[in-house]
């Protein structure tokens, strides 16, 4: 069965500073995706960014970028230039691409402060 | 544009008492989900519905039922609630089901069971 560990409980970061959040994840298939959601205290979830496993050209969505390094199973997000606004919860997420199957796994997630 | 809409936003229920949370969206996705958070576990999906009409089980879907009579509701149903079933309850949509789309979510349902 897939999982997806973030075994980062709580981040923080100096505003402007850089901060990599960490993902490991298992799984038999070589194809899949994975994402980065953010969860603010509004608690909405919204995508950060996503990559194909297929793909080994790393996302980039602004001031957010991933290390996705299929070999290792690892899949970090990098924010650049922290903001106020970054604050949250960020959780990683597995999405398998067999056929016949649905499986969303996603991490426990990460909290990341950002100090002003 | 409302997105995904949830109802109510938060409840203190009775054990043994049947609740519905309600979920609409106005995007004319094909794909819902339901997840529950719980601290420390992330999200866990407890069924999904890949087109109207159709609905399937997720990782945690025991004591819950779901229907997709349309495109736009997808309520989830707790038969008789149990303090277990303690949670913060999301709906999300995605364009198509099962694919590198974008899932789309709700504000979420707070609810307790006492």
């Known amino acids: 069965a897939q999982t997806v560990t973030q075994s980062q409980p709580e981040m923080s970061v100096q505003e402007a500073e850089t901060v990599t959040l960490s993902c490991t994840y298992d799984?038999?298939?070589?194809?899949?995706?994975l994402f980065w959601y953010k969860q603010p205290p509004s608690r909405q979830m919204i995508l950060v960014i996503r990559q194909e496993a297929y793909k080994q050209q790393n996302a980039t969505e602004n001031r957010f970028s991933v290390n996705f390094q299929k070999a290792a199973k690892s899949f970090s997000l990098k924010i650049s230039d922290s903001q106020l606004g970054d604050a949250a919860m960020y959780f990683c997420a597995y999405r398998s691409r067999t056929s016949g199957t649905y499986k969303y796994i996603f991490g426990t997630g990460t909290r990341l402060k950002v100090l002003a | 544009i409302a997105g995904i809409t949830q109802a109510p936003t938060s409840q203190i229920l009775a054990a043994g008492r049947r609740m519905t949370l309600r979920c609409t969206q106005d995007m004319r996705h094909n794909a819902m989900y339901w997840y529950r958070q719980d601290l420390g576990l992330g999200l866990r999906l407890i069924h999904y519905?890949?087109?109207?009409?159709?609905?399937g089980k997720g990782e945690v879907p025991d004591g819950y039922s779901v229907s997709r009579a349309n495109t736009d509701d997808f309520p989830l149903t707790l038969a008789s609630a149990v303090p277990s079933q303690t949670s913060v309850y999301f709906c999300a949509s995605s364009e198509v089901f099962g694919s590198y789309n974008e899932q789309f979510f709700g504000p979420g349902t707070r609810l307790t069971v006492l």
């Open positions: 799984t038999s298939e070589s194809d899949y995706y």
């Open positions: 519905s890949n087109t109207a009409g159709t609905t």
